[in-house]
């Protein structure tokens, strides 16, 4: 299934640009959060190998506190979906749970918390959307994220590092921030779309 979006610029809203002198980098927590999933998962061994592969052992010995090379993770998530093929889905998604888990811990103020929880689920979606659209560089590197008008709520994604076998990564992130702050029910699922910069993927919110 493919779904076009509309091409209208009062249809979407578009995410914020990466920050000036951000440009090529994403969130460290794309390669660290994986690491503790599949060392969870798999084992340290496992993960010491991945890393290994994909020439970043480094990373594993002194995680990066700051915003990290896109083109570098690119290569750790490709190389887990070559050599891990039949895990590698379920490896990125407890990583993107823990990736929210980080997020809402250290990202997202008590106060701001509190009121999301507060709100009628509409309310809070809305809200949770353009927080998550005002800020998707820190985990989208320099790809593009769109909020649609509209119920079911949906985001399109284009040009990010981790759109790989549907998703899987990006997904859990969605789903386990709005089961958070918006119902414990809400589910994300994922559809192939074209946008206006091309092939993207399509976030599908529901709850």
């Given amino acids: 299934m493919r779904e076009e979006v509309a091409r209208d610029g009062a249809a979407v809203r578009p995410a914020a640009s990466v920050p000036s002198g951000q440009a090529g980098v994403i969130g460290p927590n794309a390669a660290l959060q994986l690491a503790v ?27 990066p506190g700051e915003m990290v090379p896109v083109p570098e993770v690119e290569r750790l998530y490709a190389v887990l979906y070559r050599d891990w093929p039949e895990t590698a889905s379920a490896f990125c998604t407890q990583a993107g749970w823990r990736t929210a888990d980080y997020l809402i811990a250290n990202r997202i103020p008590a106060l701001a918390r509190g009121v999301l929880r507060a709100l009628p689920a509409g309310a809070a979606a809305h809200l949770l959307a353009l927080a998550v659209a005002r800020n998707a560089w820190t985990f989208a590197g320099e790809g593009t994220l769109r909020v649609l008008p509209g119920r079911p709520m949906k985001f399109l994604l284009q040009g990010h590092p981790l759109a790989l076998a549907g998703c ?24 192939p779309a074209t946008g206006p910069d091309g092939p993207g993927d399509l976030l599908i919110v529901t709850w």
Avoid: I, K
């Fill in 37 to 63: 999933a599949m060392t969870q998962m798999a084992g340290a061994e496992e993960t010491g190998r991945l890393f290994a592969a994909a020439g970043l052992s480094a990373w594993l010995e002194t995680p």
């Fill in 168 to 191: 899987p990564w990006h997904r859990a992130v969605f789903q386990r921030l709005f089961r958070a702050f918006v119902s414990p029910r809400a589910a994300v699922a994922h559809v």
